[in-house]
């Protein structure tokens, strides 16, 4: 909408309102008399108005669809709200309520954002995308809500998840809200309960098959390529059987990048990196134990595996050094059902014939004879980190690293106040969803969360910044490093894993410079200087204030 708009347009249109902050010269030019109340407020007095508005709401569900109501109505103050609050606001807008509001999608459902692309419309598929609100696009994150979070299925529910990862993007990258667009990809859904639900406002059909599927997303991607060649398309929660083979087949086609796999892999190596440093061990003399078999664990896995040679091991020897169960037990190289990229992580079937098992070796028999040093779960199985496991662990270890990473809360392998209790106090913890504070001695440690809000915001902003037409590994790889190297661990042993929240929009601006650095080096990026590339990140940085006005929050 241009800037030119008047009257009641220009005051609905949620990206240029200012709602009551319109000054009484700009009601008179803009044809707004009459359309507002007398009293002409600030955003910081907006800002405070809607804080106290939202911390009256009942639960958190509420909140989540009093900021998404805030969003629709005015863009600028809901990002200077969360700017204000962005630890209070975080576990609202995206994860852990996010997944109850996917789970509730078409009962709260109240203004479309984003674009809803069905399989019945798979051959109108460039007409859908020319009628996206926006021109000029910078980032996409796209969807088929076959695996959100760790619910499973949700169908169309699952567009919630692109509108909280976007508005993250704009929040802690600085990514302009009007050039980004979350889109669902609704290939139908396997869910029952859905299907069965008078309210669901999906295709009312079970998922096409892998065949159709595949043809689908080629379909797809080329109508963003011809229409937004230059744009970054960001995967989401897409199911472990497509994930990866998504990811493959564009990687070197288009600027793209799946969060899932690459976003949580570079978040929990960054936290590993402060990890080991405190436990005064490197990765590369650890043994790991992930819990998962997934997309998501297994791309963990890969980048570890990557800093474990960059440590000095062959590949062979870091793969030595890894140990991946899944839901049967162990991957095992005499296994049958493994993906390609699981048979990679494959522990040679007589490492643990002489272990005296009689079936297949589970999490615990690992445990107990492998000297575990870093364990992870990205298993989605809630309370798999039992009492017995971790006293085995933390007997072996003096500083256990610990990270239970399933979302949401409810699905943690176990929870940070036990994993302390148990190991006295010595684990090294980070999850991946928010929990209070341990308290130990009279003192308050603070949880570090390995959410990818860490990564994504600030690769969005590096590739829009850099002018980047791939998203490389040593991107990826880099963001991890710079992220790690700015652990309060590192200082203070007491210190969560990761920075604090408030912290986080700097730390992005941090990131994106080096991996625009890295874009460069890779020459997937235009030639430019350090200081160049500094200059545009902060020329492309957009933050939440009114044109025309001295309201913009602390940088």
């Known amino acids: 909408m241009s800037d030119q708009t008047r009257g009641e347009a220009r005051l609905l249109d949620a990206l240029t309102t200012k709602g009551t902050a319109f000054t009484e010269q700009e009601r008179r030019e803009l044809g707004l008399l009459g359309l507002l109340p007398t009293a002409v407020k600030t955003l910081d007095e907006q800002a405070e108005h809607c804080w106290r508005e939202f911390c009256s709401r009942r639960d958190d569900l509420d ?10 109505r005015n863009e600028t103050l809901f990002y200077r709200v969360l700017h204000d609050h962005i630890r209070e606001s975080l576990p609202i807008v995206y994860t852990p309520t996010v997944g109850e509001a996917c789970q509730r999608f078409s009962e709260i459902y109240r203004r479309p954002r984003g674009l809803f692309i069905s399989y019945p419309d798979h051959d109108r598929l460039d007409e859908i995308l020319s009628n996206r609100p926006r021109r000029d696009v910078d980032v996409i994150v796209v969807t088929d809500g076959q695996r959100i979070l760790g619910l499973g299925d949700q169908g169309i529910g699952g567009m919630g998840i692109p509108i909280g990862k976007l508005s993250l993007y704009t929040l802690i990258g600085g990514i302009d809200p009007a050039r980004t667009l979350p889109i669902v990809l609704d290939v139908g859904t396997d869910n029952v309960e859905l299907l069965d639900d008078p309210l669901y406002l999906g295709w009312r059909h079970r998922r096409i098959a892998d065949d159709e599927y595949y043809a689908f997303i080629d379909t797809f991607v080329s109508a963003v390529q011809q ?81 474990m040679v960059n440590e000095g091991l062959s590949e062979e020897d870091a793969r030595q050094r890894i140990w991946v169960v899944d839901v049967i037990g162990l991957l095992t190289d005499d296994r049958a059902d493994l993906t390609d990229g699981q048979r990679d992580f494959a522990q040679p079937a007589g490492r643990v014939a002489g272990w005296g098992l009689k079936g297949r070796a589970q999490l615990k028999d690992v445990v107990h004879n492998v000297d575990v040093g870093v364990l992870l779960g990205l298993s989605t199985a809630a309370g798999a980190f039992t009492e017995d496991i971790v006293r085995e662990m933390a007997g ?48 308050t440690r603070p949880i570090a969360q390995c959410n990818n809000v860490y990564i994504f915001p600030a690769v969005g902003l590096a590739v829009t910044a850099a002018q980047a037409t791939r998203v490389t590994d040593d991107m990826m790889r880099v963001a991890a490093a710079t992220l790690g190297d700015l652990s309060p661990a590192l200082n203070d042993p007491d210190k969560p894993l990761l920075p604090e929240w408030a912290d986080v929009p700097d730390v992005a601006v941090r990131i994106a410079h080096a991996v625009a650095k890295q874009a460069v080096a890779d020459g997937v990026a235009p030639e430019r200087r350090d200081q160049e590339l500094a200059q545009r990140i902060t020329q492309v940085r957009w933050t939440p204030k009114y044109p025309g006005t001295a309201d913009e929050p602390d940088q």
């Not at 909140?63 to 629709?72: F, G, P, S, T, V």
């Not at 086609?253 to 061990?281: E, S």
């Not at 106040?417 to 003192?443: H, K, M, N, Q, Y």
């Open 227 to 307: 229409q937004l060649p230059d744009v970054l398309l960001q995967w989401e929660d897409f199911a472990t059987a497509h994930a990866q083979p998504i990811l493959d087949r564009y990687r070197d086609r288009l600027l793209t990048f799946n969060d899932d796999i690459q976003g949580t892999a570079a978040v929990t190596l960054g936290a590993l990196h402060g990890a080991a440093k405190v436990a005064g061990r490197p990765l590369s003399e650890q043994q790991v134990v992930m819990l998962g078999a997934g997309s998501a664990g297994i791309g963990v896995l890969d980048m570890i595996r990557r800093e």
């Open 63 to 72: 909140k989540h669809i009093y900021l998404r109501a805030l969003q629709d």
């Open 396 to 443: 072996k270890t003096q500083r256990p690293i610990i990270f239970p990473l399933s979302n949401p809360t409810s699905r943690a392998e176990a929870h940070p106040a036990e994993l302390d209790r148990w190991t006295d106090g010595r684990a090294l913890i980070a999850t991946g969803s928010p929990f209070a504070p341990v308290e130990r001695d009279g003192t």
